[in-house]
């Protein structure tokens, strides 16, 4: 049996070999990289939401006066569309999407799609130094979305669900 102190011994001189061989360390990537794969990221996880969830729960609301899990999907898709245009530069309001016009999953699901492809084609057209001068719209949706996801995984969890991104990897 191997003593703990070699056990950290050599796992401590794996560490500073590792290091050593790394050289450098990284550079923390630029605005403009930080940025589209955090925005990427965000709404690729809840893109898969939405097509998992149950079809028959996009109704669902933990309360009586909060939003469905399928009007959240839409208010968070509204604040994707207004970044989509103000990432443009265009001088532009969020305007609230209504639900209504998404009456099932697979509405909800095709305007999550379409609103992402719009963000997507603005973000990868916008130059680098923009970013560098000001992250926004970016930030403030990136911050809304990722809030609105920590809420969808309650609602996976009050629905006695897993959320796809705490299920175990294959």
Known sequence: M?????????????????????GQ???PPDPMT???????TVHKNLLEMAEDFPA???GFKPKPEMRSFGEVLVHVFSGTAYAARAGKGEAVQWSEL????????????????????????TIKATPATRFAASPEPWLSVIEHSAE??????????LNNLVPPASRPKK
């Open 34 to 40: 930080a940025i589209t794969a955090t925005f990427t």
């Open 25 to 27: 360390p990284r550079q």
């Open 148 to 157: 609105h996801y920590g809420l969808l995984v309650a609602y996976y969890r």
């Open 98 to 121: 209504d639900a209504k016009g998404y009456p099932d999953k697979a509405a909800v699901v095709a305007g999550l799609k379409k609103a992402m492809a719009e963000a997507d084609a």
């Open 56 to 58: 028959d729960k996009y």
């Open 2 to 22: 191997i003593h703990p102190r070699t056990c950290l011994a050599i796992g401590l001189a794996l560490v500073v070999g590792v290091r050593a061989v790394q």
